[in-house]
Nanobody, 117 residues
Framework: QVQLVESGGGLVQPGGSLRLSCAGSRIRFGMYNMAWYRQAPGKEREVVAGITPGGATSYADSVKGRFAISRDNVKNTMYLQMNSLRPEDTAVYYC???????????WGQGTQVTVSS
């Protein structure tokens, strides 16, 4: 069974920064387009950023210029650098392959990011 573990979340003031990490097991990150997702209370899970095996990236309009996704295929690890954080960034953040079904058993517990004064 694929296992994904997110870490690095926490409480931060507006304008602050966080770096999230995603560690995978029983999955070769280098074979897939990967993505960071987030889910705010009462909202659907949405894609925040995506990255190809070769490192090409894409971002949701809401985070362009503020977030940066990266990956280390050898370490089977993915990262999300989050700068200039805003209260509307508050959500549980998840990692998975791009397009992972919402009911797939690979989804981890996520890591909580709270942006508040």
């Amino acid at each position: 069974q694929v296992q994904l573990v997110e870490s690095g979340g926490g409480l931060v003031q507006p304008g602050g920064s966080l770096r999230l990490s995603c560690a995978g097991s029983r999955i070769r990150f280098g074979m897939y387009n990967m993505a960071w997702y987030r889910q705010a209370p009462g909202k659907e899970r949405e894609v925040v950023a995506g990255i190809t095996p070769g490192g090409a990236t894409s971002y949701a309009d809401s985070v362009k210029g503020r977030f940066a996704i990266s990956r280390d295929n050898v370490k089977n690890t993915m990262y999300l650098q989050m700068n200039s954080l805003r209260p509307e960034d508050t959500a549980v953040y998840y990692c998975n392959i791009w397009g992972a079904p919402s009911d797939d058993g690979s989804w981890g517990q996520g890591t909580q990011v709270t942006v508040s004064s």
